[in-house]
């Protein structure tokens, strides 16, 4: 019997294109084929360049740019079943989390279109200065160039989007290479933006070679600005060689959270357990270290570890998933192999250590001393570790002992105390009661130290992709 794979095209230039071969894209959980993508690489990158740069030669006006933005919000309403499947095919997220991203993707659109409607310069207080009398001047906000935007796999949609509606807000025509696990939710984004009225050229999807494409992308005068999400190492190097573009770093973490003996331990072991493995841990944000002060250590585990265990963890497809598998056997090899070094260093793991096919059991270890990997690097895994600390300048230090810096956490009732930690804490965000993946799509965000150099959330991020230009005027 012929069996039919689904196969999608690229967008160059407003037409849907084939390269005559093909990537597939498989399920992470049951490695059966999902659909396949064409395979392009430095041609079809250098062609997408050419239609984003003629494209922004015709501008499109704020109110279309805008229309444009609250249509695609709409559609991703009317298609949200749809759109979350689509996520969770590819990406293995459990269907749970995916309709939250699909939702959240249609926040990120709402909020750019916002933005679209409001770009404006300011003006400049010219008389405040002597040189400046008798003169009137403003800044007008100009799209930076034609960006190009590489995503990772975690939030195939939502973080395409994070990239793709504020470029559309700024005025920038943009070339999208988004992971090669999970293209799906980015091409279906590229179809919703084509059904909205985006004029050719706009947006331009690609997927292949990564560094054939980046390569392109670097090398490339006419593209003024790369926004980049996905891993520290990958990310650093695209800047250290695109020296004389701007280059906006979205990356890892290695998220902590301190849990203080004065705080309500039923609310932070709900909040921790389910942030702590919720996309099998592959979050930016997702919890990762835990530290509790002393007092409340055994009350803290009384009550997260029975939250952990009634997780259930299986195939994504099924509605009461909440641990799906992580991306592919590399990971899963890795995240096992770190889980058994935190042991041979001594730490002992209460919960899981395991894996049942593709998916690892959560896993909650004990006694992590600090430079096991599991302590100071980013698992992205659904793996949590729970450490006692004394006093809460440790605490303090223990959470700053790593590389990354994108958002930390504490739960407390003391709000001085609380406080006190956010200004203490190097991280880009800092959430009180609440877990520090907890991220709205309009709040800034965005790393310290390892963890980036920008801000997202479609007012920020439009920022990055403006620049500004002074108008005097002599009276
Ligand atoms: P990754 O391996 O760094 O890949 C991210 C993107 O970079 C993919 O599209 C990848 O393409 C591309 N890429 C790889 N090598 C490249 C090169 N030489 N030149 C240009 N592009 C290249 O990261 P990932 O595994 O997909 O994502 C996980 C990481 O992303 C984690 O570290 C996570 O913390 C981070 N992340 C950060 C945020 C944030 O907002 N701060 C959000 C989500 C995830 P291929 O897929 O084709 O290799």
Not at 16 to 34: F, H, K, L, N, Q
Not at 165 to 171: H, K, M
Not at 266 to 271: F, G, I, L, Q, R
Not at 443 to 462: F, H, I, N, Q, W
């Amino acid at each position: 019997m012929a069996v039919t794979t689904l196969e999608k095209r690229l967008l160059v230039g407003g037409e849907w294109v084939e390269t005559g071969e093909w990537i597939e894209v498989r399920s992470p959980y049951s490695g059966d084929i999902v659909a396949r993508v064409p395979k392009a690489g430095a041609d079809e990158a250098r062609r997408a360049v050419d239609a984003a740069e003629q494209a922004m030669a015709d501008p499109l006006p704020a109110h279309k740019r805008a229309e444009i933005l609250v249509r695609v919000a709409g559609y991703l309403g009317k298609r949200h079943e749809e759109v979350a499947q689509t996520i969770s095919a590819e990406a293995g997220k459990p269907m749970k989390a995916a309709r939250v991203e699909a939702a959240r993707a249609m926040s990120t659109y709402t909020f750019a279109a916002v933005e679209a409607r409001k770009l404006a310069g300011d003006m400049v207080p010219m008389d405040a200065s002597q040189a400046g009398e008798g003169k009137l001047a403003f800044t007008l906000r100009r799209p930076i160039g034609v960006i190009g935007a590489i995503s990772p796999f975690n939030f195939p949609l939502n973080l395409v989007a994070h990239k793709i509606a504020p470029a559309l807000a700024a005025g920038c025509a943009v070339v999208l290479k988004p992971a090669s696990q999970t293209p799906l939710s980015a091409l279906l984004l590229a179809e919703l933006e084509h059904e909205a009225g985006l004029p050719p050229g706009w947006l331009n999807v690609l997927t292949g070679p990564a560094a054939e494409i980046g390569d392109v992308l670097v090398e490339d005068e006419r593209v003024k600005l790369i926004t980049f999400t996905g891993s520290s190492g990958v990310g650093w190097a695209l800047r250290e060689r695109a020296a004389r573009k701007k280059v906006a770093l979205e990356l890892g973490n290695a998220t902590p959270v301190i849990v203080e003996a004065d705080a309500d331990l039923d609310e932070a072991a709900t909040k921790l357990a389910a942030n702590g493995f919720s996309f099998a841990g592959q979050s930016c944000i997702s919890v990762q270290r835990i530290y509790v002060q002393r007092d409340a250590y055994d009350g803290f585990l009384e009550r997260f570890l029975p939250r952990v265990e009634a997780l259930q963890a299986g195939d994504p497809a099924d509605e009461d998933t909440d641990v799906g598998p992580v991306i592919d056997d590399d990971a899963r090899k890795r995240i096992l192999e770190w889980v058994e070094e935190a042991r041979a260093l001594g730490a002992e793991v209460l919960s899981g250590g395991d894996a049942d096919g593709s998916v690892i059991r959560p896993t909650v270890i004990a006694g992590a001393p600090k430079d096991a990997k599991v302590s100071c690097e980013e698992v992205f895994g659904p793996v949590v570790t729970v450490s006692a600390y004394d006093a809460f300048d440790e605490a303090i230090e223990l959470a700053n002992g790593t590389r990354y810096g994108l958002q930390a956490g504490i739960f407390t009732a003391d709000v001085r105390r609380a406080l006190d930690a956010a200004q203490r804490l190097e991280f880009g965000g800092v959430t009180v009661n609440e877990a520090p993946t907890f991220r709205a799509d309009q709040m800034p965000y965005g790393g310290v130290k390892d963890s980036g150099t920008t801000r997202e959330g479609p007012a920020y991020a439009v920022r990055e992709m403006t620049e500004e230009r002074i108008v005097v005027l002599q009276l």
